[in-house]
């Protein structure tokens, strides 16, 4: 059964640079046709679609986030990774790793890891 | 970028209720659109995807359906399990983006 896991700092500067991990199991990021997600939701609001990264290694960004966003794997260690530079407080969510894959919405989500930026 | 309304931000129910969620794209996005469920402080499940396909495992009582610009989303009677909110999402063509979400409460 496939599972993704966020990890990462809960706690980041501004003008900072915030360093997330999506280690996924029971599947591989490689494989053919999956695209893996981050997206992010504030305290008390809604869900915002950060990027994506394909299985042979494209990646899409939000233009909304696109200068300070990088997702970058490791298939090796069955990981992706999402970078965020010169953050502020507007950037303070639950980041969320997901995977969906052609013609199907986020089908499979981690649980959200809580990313407050504060000095 | 398409933009995604939906349409009511919250309402009230009670159990045994139908209950019906729209969602309209700002521009057509043919099927490509997805529905999920989001209870506190979990993570959005999905229910829905091509607009009308359920999710293995949902109950049948969730229903999608709508093409184009306008879609909705229907309980057929809702159950305590079912208050959350709800939103939908189009993968047409990047940006994705979500719509604002629909609260349903007691």
């Known amino acids: 059964q496939l599972q993704l896991q966020e990890s990462g700092p809960g706690l980041v500067k501004p003008s900072e640079t915030l360093s997330l991990t999506c280690t996924v199991s029971?599947?591989?990021?490689?494989?053919?046709?999956?695209?893996w997600g981050w997206i992010r939701q504030p305290p008390g609001k809604g869900l915002e679609w950060i990027g994506t990264?394909?299985?042979?290694?494209?990646?899409f960004y939000n233009p909304s986030l696109e200068s300070r966003v990088t997702i970058s794997r490791d298939t090796s260690k069955n990981q992706f990774f999402l970078r965020l530079a010169s953050v502020t407080a507007a950037d303070t969510a639950v980041y969320y790793c997901?995977?969906?894959?052609?013609?199907?919405?986020?089908?499979?989500w981690g649980q959200g890891t809580m990313v407050t930026v504060s000095s | 970028d398409i933009q995604m309304t939906q349409s009511p931000s919250s309402l009230s129910a009670s159990v045994g209720d139908r209950v019906t969620i729209t969602c309209r794209a700002s521009?057509?996005?043919?099927?490509?659109l997805a529905w999920y469920q989001q209870k506190p402080e979990e993570a959005p499940k999905s229910l829905i995807y091509?607009?009308?396909t359920l999710e293995s495992g949902v109950p049948s009582r969730f229903s999608g359906s709508g093409s184009g610009t306008d879609f909705t989303l229907t309980i057929s009677s809702l159950q305590p399990e079912d208050f959350a909110t709800y939103y939908c999402?189009?993968?047409?063509?990047?940006?994705?983006?979500f719509g604002g979400g629909t609260k349903v409460q007691i």
């Open positions: 997901a995977r969906r894959y052609y013609g199907v919405g986020f089908q499979i």
């Open positions: 999402q189009q993968y047409s063509s990047y940006p994705a983006t």
């Open positions: 990264i394909y299985f042979n290694g494209n990646t």
């Open positions: 091509a607009a009308s």
């Open positions: 521009q057509g996005i043919s099927g490509w």
């Open positions: 029971g599947g591989s990021i490689s494989s053919n046709s999956y695209y």
